[in-house]
């Protein structure tokens, strides 16, 4: 059983940067999509990057237009991890943020969250000066 487990969150200026993280504490995620979503207080949860393996070595990897160019998010097999690195930070970044897993590939359905089957606690993370 695939359990997941967020860090990285805190407080943070505007302009600033965080990397989020996402390990298992259950079974190893190299054979799964993650996915990170956001939701911030009052709004629905929102996909905002999803990465997955194809051959062991290729990535594929989506980004919300909200988040293109700022964040980017990566995988190391080794350390049975995920990143999510956030540059420029804006005050509208502020969420809890989450990270999922499903079996099935990163397509472009990757948003929706009804298509993961774990997902861990969150982490918050407040942009603001």
């Known amino acids: 059983q695939v359990q997941l487990v967020e860090s990285g969150g805190g407080l943070v200026q505007p302009g600033g940067s965080l990397r989020l993280s996402c390990a298992s504490s259950?079974?190893?995620?190299?054979?799964?999509?993650i996915g990170w979503f956001r939701q911030a207080p009052g709004k629905e949860r929102e996909g905002v990057s999803c990465?997955?393996?194809?051959?062991?070595?290729?990535?594929?990897?989506y980004y919300a237009d909200s988040i293109k160019g700022r964040f980017t998010i990566s995988r190391d097999n080794a350390k049975d991890t995920v990143y999510l690195q956030m540059n420029s930070l804006r005050p509208e970044d502020t969420a809890v943020y989450y990270c999922?897993?499903?079996?099935?590939?990163?397509?472009?359905?990757?948003?929706?969250?009804?298509?993961?089957?774990?997902w861990g606690q969150g982490t918050q993370v407040t942009v603001s000066s």
């Open positions: 259950g079974s190893t995620l190299d054979a799964y999509a």
């Open positions: 990465i997955s393996t194809s051959g062991g070595s290729t990535y594929y990897a």
């Open positions: 999922a897993a499903r079996a099935r590939r990163c397509y472009s359905d990757y948003y929706f969250p009804n298509s993961y089957d774990y």
